[in-house]
């Protein structure tokens, strides 16, 4: 495994990189890393955290590291992909706190030829407490650029 900052392995840019690091990966699982602070993007000052909704884009960003990572280990160059959707998105709380830090893990379940691929992921904190867990459904084709032609021609 290569130690890639987060911003050579996702196909974002700031400020819509929300996860701060890309802690390890192999074949089948990655693992990134977040740190709640007043000053990331969806901090809701009120609350005092992030809406854990947002768990479901952290989800999203870890798997789109996972492909960045492995498309340099290929020599390849980082592709976008599409988040499709997500099952059962289950949050054990309604908002990660300030000063938490979260680990985000995803096992790949299913890839086919297409793109299309499935993974189970699970966001914990430093305790290894579960606080939310979903299916992602996500989905990286070999040309991204015809899918993002402008249909108004």
Same mark, same amino acid.
């Given at each position: ?7 050579? =392995? ?12 890309? =802690?390890?990966?192999?074949?089948e699982n990655v693992?990134?890393?977040v740190?709640i ?6 901090f ?5 955290g992030?809406?854990?909704? =947002? ?11 996972y492909?960045g ?18 099952r059962?998105?289950?949050?054990e709380?309604?908002?990660f ?6 680990l985000i ?22 305790d ?25 021609e």
């Amino acid at each position: 495994m290569i130690k890639y900052p987060i911003a050579d =392995v996702l196909p974002h840019s700031a400020p819509m990189i929300l996860i701060d690091e890309l =802690v390890s990966y192999d074949d089948e699982n990655v693992c990134c890393r977040v740190t709640i602070t007043p000053t990331i993007p969806f901090f809701d000052c009120a609350k005092q955290g992030v809406p854990s909704y =947002v768990g479901c884009e952290y989800m999203a960003q870890t798997i789109a590291a996972y492909g960045g990572a492995h498309a340099l280990d290929d020599a390849g160059e980082v592709k976008i992909g599409f988040l499709l959707g997500s099952r059962k998105y289950n949050a054990e709380v309604g908002v990660f706190k300030v000063a938490q830090t979260l680990l985000i893990e995803a096992k790949k379940l299913i890839q086919d030829e297409s793109g299309l691929c499935v993974f189970d992921c699970v966001i914990k904190d430093e305790d290894d407490a579960v606080l939310a867990k979903a299916k992602i459904n996500v989905f990286q084709p070999q040309d991204p650029a015809q899918f993002l032609k402008d249909n108004h021609e």
